[in-house]
T-cell receptor, first 114, second 114 residues
């Protein structure tokens, strides 16, 4: 079956530090990959996505590249802000008859201090 | 543009009482609809999905049920709540064609069973 593994958190950084959150996946076929962000007390927001190998998704200074050879989709940001404090979820959708159902990682809590 | 709303945002219910969470989507037709649950300290789990009116698929055996009485309305119900039903419930939608497998989430509903 499909699975997503994220680096365990929580991750604590100082403002302007570099961020990497690792994500690897197992899936049959050619999944689409996503990063969602959940701010305290809120629902999930789509942060970025990539639908095929070597695609790079980017948004709000965050980036992730779909690496089929290493089955990875690591999230990066060059300079984090306090407002980036949230829970980050890596997810995949296998498409086809899966009707777009998402398989999520466990989430990584990010806390950024001033 | 498309929007998704779910309500109520929070509720506290006694064990054994019924539950009804409602979700509606605007700005699209014949969407795929989903209910996910996020238990405390855990990732997201798909509970139900629907590809059309009256068509419901359950992903996990549980105390809950779902219904889709109208094209853009999705309801999560229970006849008798259990303590273990507590959690954060998220409604979501995707385009029926699902070409890019992207799923969009509502604001979420916090359920505490006491």
């Amino acid at each position: 079956g499909n699975s997503v593994t994220q680096m365990e958190g929580p991750v604590t950084l100082s403002e302007e530090a570099f961020l990497t959150i690792n994500c690897t996946y197992t899936a049959t076929g050619y999944p689409s990959l996503f990063w969602y962000v959940q701010y305290p007390g809120e629902g999930l927001q789509l942060l970025l996505k990539a639908t095929k190998a070597d695609d790079k998704g980017s948004n709000k200074g965050f980036e992730a590249t779909y690496r089929k050879e290493t089955t990875s989709f690591h999230l990066e940001k060059g300079s984090v802000q306090v407002s980036d404090s949230a829970v980050y979820f890596c997810a995949l959708s296998a498409g086809g008859t899966s009707y777009g159902k998402l398989t999520f990682g466990q989430g990584t809590i990010l806390t950024v201090h001033p | 543009s498309q929007t998704i709303h779910q309500w109520p945002a929070t509720l506290v219910q006694p064990v054994g009482s019924p539950l009804s969470l409602e979700c509606t989507v605007e700005g699209t037709s014949n969407p795929n609809l989903y209910w996910y649950r996020q238990a405390a300290g855990r990732g997201l789990q798909l509970l139900f999905y629907s590809v059309g009116i009256g068509q419901i698929s359950s992903e996990v055996p549980q105390n809950l049920s779902a219904s889709r009485p109208q094209d853009r309305q999705f309801i999560l119900s229970s006849k008798k709540l259990l303590l273990s039903d507590s959690g954060f419930y998220l409604c979501a939608w995707s385009e029926h064609s699902n070409r890019d497998n992207t799923i969009y989430f509502g604001e979420g509903s916090w359920l505490t069973v006491v």
